[in-house]
Nanobody, 124 residues
Framework: QVQLVESGGGLVQAGGSLRLSCAASGGSFSSIIMAWFRQAPGKEREFVAS????????YYADSVKGRVTISRDNAKNTVSLQLNSLTLEDTAVYYC?????????????????WGQGTQVTVSA
C-alpha cells in the first residue's frame, strides 16, 4: 500500500509562489495516477491537478489552469505542484492523492490513497 506525505505549504502573499511536494512510499509509484486536491474551510474538497503514470499527461481545474504545474519523478517517487500567482481564493489544505488505473478522474471518490494535507495560506 502506497503512503503519501505532503510538504511545502506555508504562508505567502498574494501574487507569490509555492511549491508543494508529495513523497510516496510502500508501493509501486510508477503504476499509480497522482493528483492534488484542496479543501478550503466550509467547502468541499476540489480537484486541482492530476498526472498520469506513464505518458505524464496532465489535467488541471479551470480555476488554476495557467497558474499551476503538476509534475512527477518516478525515480524519486515524488509528485510536485508548483503554484504561481497565488490569490486569496487559493487558501486551503492541499492534499496529495493516488489511484490505480490508467484513466484520470477529477472526483475525490476515485482516489483511495491520501496524504495528511499541507496548509497553504495566501495573505493580502
Amino acid at each position: 500500500q502506497v503512503q503519501l506525505v505532503e510538504s511545502g505549504g506555508g504562508l505567502v502573499q498574494a501574487g507569490g509562489s509555492l511549491r508543494l511536494s508529495c513523497a510516496a512510499s510502500g508501493g509501486s509509484f510508477s503504476s499509480i495516477i497522482m493528483a492534488w486536491f484542496r479543501q478550503a474551510p466550509g467547502k468541499e474538497r476540489e480537484f486541482v491537478a492530476s498526472i498520469t503514470r506513464n505518458l505524464y499527461s496532465t489535467y488541471y481545474a479551470d480555476s488554476v489552469k495557467g497558474r499551476v504545474t503538476i509534475s512527477r519523478d518516478n525515480a524519486k517517487n515524488t509528485v510536485s505542484l508548483q503554484l504561481n500567482s497565488l490569490t486569496l481564493e487559493d487558501t486551503a489544505v492541499y492534499y496529495c492523492a493516488a489511484r490505480e488505473g490508467a484513466v484520470y478522474s477529477p472526483s475525490p471518490t476515485a482516489y483511495v490513497i491520501w496524504g495528511q494535507g499541507t496548509q497553504v495560506t495566501v495573505s493580502a
